[in-house]
């Protein structure tokens, strides 16, 4: 077992300092649900402060008290832009975390206007973990009684309010959704790296599920199981959930940092690193208009990493974030992405497909080729494809390329099989003996066309050597493959209608 599994656990274990049991899975909502009226019962005041945030403040925020409409217009309430309401997760130290600011302030800073709380239920969220679980039920109550207030006093509709919960605050948003009475709905709810323990398997009602809103989306980057056990929920809560790098580790977040900040505090960090990167995900959709995040639906990562997950036809991909298209579907969708380690987070994906016609089948090749890709932007040197299995007779394989540059339009792509050609001093001497011999009878692997789809602008492309007399490919040489023939006719058609 590596030492990296083990952290979810671990933390786990540490955190709530008692064996989890599934006892929770028998209750009921209505039980659950009765539970969290009796605890509001015996409160005066609400747990929860809804806090209006204002740009470059950080303290002191003006406070609106429910069923006091005054302190809307203290706090500047603005009734014609949309509502934001931000819910943190489970606790640690009683504090609100900077990842708040930086998400409200994002949020000041996008070109739409909205108003923007922070909903702060620190009392009820620094406490045992699985009491701050049966917590989450109570502050959904509360939210959901706000914007019924805020639906009777100020005739502010739901549909306008959009609910973003990052961990425990997700199912938070999730049973505000689904208390607020009458039959309408939130308008839209974001479910950042939902809290998996005791959630992973519920119900639909007793979790963050998509009845809770008009639109629900979620994104998970910290679903690595565990006995059973993840930090993030593994399971699709959502009309769309988005798995970044396959949902379980991201990068930037890795062993490395671990043994760099050893013990507790290194554990800690190296969760909150993947577990909030779902947060800086979606602040960087906010911040960095020109460069959204495109996600493919794919059955697994697996099956993503060969590249063939990359259609947007029927509503495929979706952008991750806070631009995503609102389109509902009567199934929920896994969409796939890989990121880069810090923002803007945007890749280019690609998928690759080559054909390989191996000369001498009986022997196995276990080659790594390496591809410069030439652009009408940029150039990207070093891009290495090592075929899994090595290559044994003739076979397509498919895989998938990212870049973290926009290279615009693919022109050109240099193959080049790496490594020492063992075998040229021998073929020397064999012709030197048989001159009837010829370099072209010399066995290789014969490479006549890539083909290539981009993800991002659902392009598909074909290329050809080249030198169409000479498409082996022997170890240490490098080979050019540009657009294919008719491709270049049909794009210079193209070029002279338009
Ligand atoms: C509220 O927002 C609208 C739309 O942006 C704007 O026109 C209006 O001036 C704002 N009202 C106040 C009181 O700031
Ligand atoms: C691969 O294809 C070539 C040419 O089409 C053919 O001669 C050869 O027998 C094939 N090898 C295998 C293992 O199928």
């Given at each position: 077992m590596g030492r990296i599994q083990l952290l979810p656990f671990l933390l786990i274990l540490l955190l709530t300092e008692q064996t989890l049991t599934q006892k929770g899975k028998q209750k009921c909502k209505e039980e659950e649900h009765a539970l969290a009226i009796r605890i509001k019962k015996h409160q005066n005041t609400p747990e929860t402060k809804f806090k209006f945030y204002e740009e470059?403040?950080?303290e002191d925020l003006c406070q609106i008290q429910i069923f006091q409409p005054e302190t809307l217009e203290k706090c500047s309430f603005n009734e014609s832009l949309p509502l934001v309401v931000i819910i943190h997760g489970w606790s640690v130290d009683g504090m609100l975390e900077s990842w708040i600011w930086k998400m409200a302030a994002a949020f000041k800073l996008h070109k739409s206007q909205f108003n923007v709380v922070i909903a702060d239920w620190l009392t009820f969220a620094h406490v045992h973990y699985p009491i701050a679980v049966q917590n989450t039920r109570v502050i959904g109550l509360e939210i959901a009684e706000f914007l019924e207030w805020l639906e009777s006093s100020i005739q502010f509709p739901r549909s306008n309010v959009h609910l973003?919960?990052?961990s425990l605050g997700a199912h938070v948003s999730g049973f505000a959704g689904s208390y607020i009475s009458?039959?309408?709905?939130?308008?839209?709810?974001?479910?950042?790296?939902?809290?998996?323990?005791?959630?992973?398997?519920?119900?639909?009602?007793?979790?963050?599920?998509?009845?809770?809103?008009?639109?629900?989306?979620?994104?998970h980057t910290f679903t690595q199981q565990h006995m059973g056990l993840s930090v993030g929920i593994n399971q699709p809560v959502a009309h769309y959930d988005f798995y970044p790098n396959g949902g379980h580790f991201q990068p930037g977040c890795h062993i490395?940092?671990?043994?760099?900040?050893?013990?507790?505090?290194?554990?800690?960090?190296?969760?909150?690193?993947?577990?909030?990167?779902?947060?800086?995900l979606f602040i960087d959709?906010?911040?960095?208009?020109?460069?959204?995040?495109?996600?493919?639906?794919?059955?697994?990562?697996?099956?993503?990493d060969k590249g063939v997950c990359l259609s947007c036809r029927k509503n495929r991909c979706n952008t991750l974030g806070y631009n995503i298209k609102k389109k509902r579907l009567k199934r929920a969708r896994k969409l796939f992405l890989k990121t880069r380690s810090h923002m803007p987070y945007k890749v280019y994906h690609y998928q690759f497909k080559i054909h390989f016609i191996h000369q001498t089948k009986d022997i196995q090749l276990d080659p790594t080729f390496t591809l410069t890709l030439i652009?009408?932007?940029e150039d990207v040197e070093n891009v290495l494809f090592t075929p899994d299995d090595g290559i044994k007779g003739n076979k397509t394989y498919s895989f998938l390329i990212t870049l973290d540059t926009d290279i615009g339009e693919l022109m050109m792509i240099k193959f080049k099989w790496e490594g020492i050609d063992v075998w040229a001093n021998i073929w020397d001497t064999v012709q030197t003996i048989m001159p009837w011999t010829s370099e072209a009878d010399r066995p290789g692997l014969l490479l006549n066309t890539i083909r290539v789809k981009a993800g991002e602008t659902q392009e598909q492309m074909t290329f050809c050597s080249e030198n169409?007399?000479?498409?082996?490919?022997?170890?240490?040489?490098?080979?050019t493959y540009v657009r294919c023939r008719n491709n270049a006719k049909k794009q210079a058609r193209k070029a002279r209608t338009s």
């Open positions: 470059g403040r950080d973003i919960g990052y009458g039959s309408n709905k939130i308008g839209r709810i974001t479910g950042l790296d939902p809290a998996g323990p005791l959630f992973e398997g519920m119900s639909s009602t007793d979790r963050l599920s998509p009845d809770d809103a008009n639109f629900v989306d979620a994104i490395k940092n671990l043994i760099a900040n050893i013990g507790f505090h290194g554990i800690k960090e190296t969760v909150k690193c993947a577990h909030e990167r779902s947060v800086h959709s906010l911040l960095n208009d020109d460069k959204q995040s495109m996600a493919y639906w794919c059955k697994d990562i697996n099956t993503f652009g009408t932007k169409v007399d000479n498409i082996k490919l022997l170890p240490a040489q490098e080979k």
